[in-house]
C-alpha cells in the first residue's frame, strides 16, 4: 500500500527565505510522486511531479523537488519566498487500482513580509 | 487542451434540502473521474469515482451519492444534505498512465 507523510502542518518563512517542504512516502510499486499547490478557496494545481529519469524536478513558479529513494523522500523547495507562494501544499504518490494518488495532509505556507 | 469546470462555486443550502454538483471536462474522451471533499482542517477525502458513463464506485459510505450520465459530466448529489456535509468539493479527472489528476475549481458547501 502507499502512503505519504508530511512533515509540519504548517511552515512559516520570510520572504527571500528559502522555502523546504518535507514529504516522506511509502510505495511497494516504484513511486510517481507530485507535489500540489492549492491557493484560498481554489482548486489543486500540480506543481511538478516526478516518474522517472532525472531525480531533481523543477516546476512552475520556481519550485523544485528531488526524489531521494534511499530516504523514501521528495521535498520540495524554492530557494527564495515569495508573498504569493502562501498557500496550501499538497504531496502525493501515485496508488494501486483504481485510487489515483493517495495525498498527505498537506502544509499551509506562510509567508512574512 | 483539456479544462474541467464544477458549478457553483459557492452553495448555501439548509439541513435536510437536496443538493446537486456538476462537474464538466472538456477536450479529452472518456476520462476517470473523481469527487473529493475537504472538509475543514482535514485533507483530501476521496468520495466516488468513475470509470465510464453510469459506472460510479463509492469510497465512503454517506449520505451523498454521484452519477455518470455522460462521458464527461460528473454529479455529486443529495437527497437530504447534514450538517456534516459542509465542505469544499473537488472534481478531478485523471491522465493516463503516470496518474495525476487535474482538478476543477471546486465548490464550497454550507450547509445551515
Redo the contacts between chains.
Keep these: 500500500a502507499q502512503s505519504v507523510t508530511q512533515l509540519g502542518s504548517h511552515v512559516s518563512v520570510s520572504e527571500g527565505a528559502l522555502v523546504l517542504l518535507r514529504c516522506n512516502y511509502s510505495s511497494s510499486v516504484p513511486p510517481?510522486l507530485?507535489w500540489?499547490v492549492q491557493y484560498p478557496?481554489?482548486?489543486?494545481?500540480?506543481l511538478l511531479?516526478y516518474?522517472t529519469g532525472a531525480t531533481l524536478v523543477k516546476g512552475i513558479n520556481g519550485f523544485e523537488a528531488e526524489f531521494k529513494k534511499s530516504e523514501t523522500s521528495f521535498h520540495l523547495t524554492k530557494p527564495s519566498a515569495h508573498m504569493s507562494d502562501a498557500a496550501e501544499y499538497?504531496c502525493a504518490v501515485?496508488?494501486s487500482g483504481?485510487?489515483?494518488?493517495v495525498?498527505?495532509?498537506?502544509t499551509r505556507l506562510s509567508v512574512i513580509a | 487542451s483539456q479544462t474541467i469546470h464544477q458549478w457553483p462555486a459557492t452553495l448555501v443550502q439548509p439541513v435536510g434540502s437536496p443538493l446537486s454538483l456538476e462537474c464538466t471536462v472538456e477536450g479529452t474522451s472518456n476520462p476517470n473521474l473523481y469527487w473529493y471533499r475537504q472538509a475543514a482542517g482535514r485533507g483530501l477525502q476521496l468520495l466516488f469515482y468513475s470509470v465510464g458513463i453510469g459506472q460510479i464506485s463509492s469510497e465512503v459510505p454517506q449520505n451523498l451519492s454521484a452519477s455518470r450520465p455522460q462521458d464527461r459530466q460528473f454529479i455529486l448529489s443529495s437527497k437530504k444534505l447534514l450538517l456534516s456535509d459542509s465542505g469544499f468539493y473537488l472534481c478531478a479527472w485523471r491522465r493516463g498512465t503516470t496518474g495525476e489528476l487535474f482538478f476543477g475549481e471546486g465548490s464550497r458547501l454550507t450547509v445551515l
Aim: hydrophobic letters at 30%.
Design positions: 510517481y507530485f500540489y478557496n481554489q482548486g489543486l494545481q500540480l511531479k516518474t499538497f501515485r496508488a483504481n485510487t489515483p494518488l495525498f498527505g495532509k498537506g
